[in-house]
């Protein structure tokens, strides 16, 4: 780029008709290392306790929330964001923390029953309680994608 003496900016193009193709560089190819895996791929995943977030009884207590549909919504509990928490003791105790769309919800009753039932069925439960919190108050950001998807809010 230039400048004229107005302190306009002026582009100057070139024309060629060939340009040299720089030369290419030498690289001596050195045997390829086979061995930088070895140690990766020989590790066992770590084992992840029961009650942890991946353990199987866990894993078995979230798919028993899943089966838990809202009367009036066609959603599960826990894609609803109605599950806040899930804790599970190495004996077996589990406390689900939810809560409900509103306090006045017509299953307030009914529905912390159901889950400690449906969790209490889980194999390696040996105890299920549930809490019910209304703090933080449940809003539809909570939901899973999948729930606001079934929804339509997506």
């Known amino acids: 780029m230039t400048e004229t003496n107005s302190g306009e900016r002026k582009i100057l193009v070139e024309e060629v008709d060939t340009v040299e193709t720089p030369p290419k560089a ?3 190819e ?9 140690g990766f791929l020989a590790q066992k995943p770590a084992e992840v306790p029961a009650g942890e977030p991946g353990g199987n009884l866990y894993d078995a207590i979230i798919d028993a929330l899943k089966e838990i549909y809202d009367p009036e919504i066609p959603v599960n509990i826990y894609d ?9 003791t190495e004996d077996g105790h589990a406390v689900v923390t939810m809560t409900l769309t509103t306090p006045h919800c017509p299953v307030a009753e009914s529905m912390p ?3 400690e039932l449906r969790v209490g069925a889980v194999p390696g439960v040996g105890d299920a309680q549930v809490n019910l919190v209304w703090d933080p108050p449940w809003d539809p950001q909570k ?3 999948e729930a606001k998807l079934e929804l339509g809010m997506l």
């Not at 050195?30 to 070895?38: E, G, S, T």
């Open 26 to 28: 030498r690289v001596e």
């Open 30 to 38: 050195a045997p390829r290392q086979r061995d930088y895996l070895d």
């Open 80 to 88: 609803l964001g109605l599950v806040y928490g899930v804790d599970v």
């Open 113 to 115: 029953g159901e889950v």
């Open 143 to 145: 939901m899973s994608d």
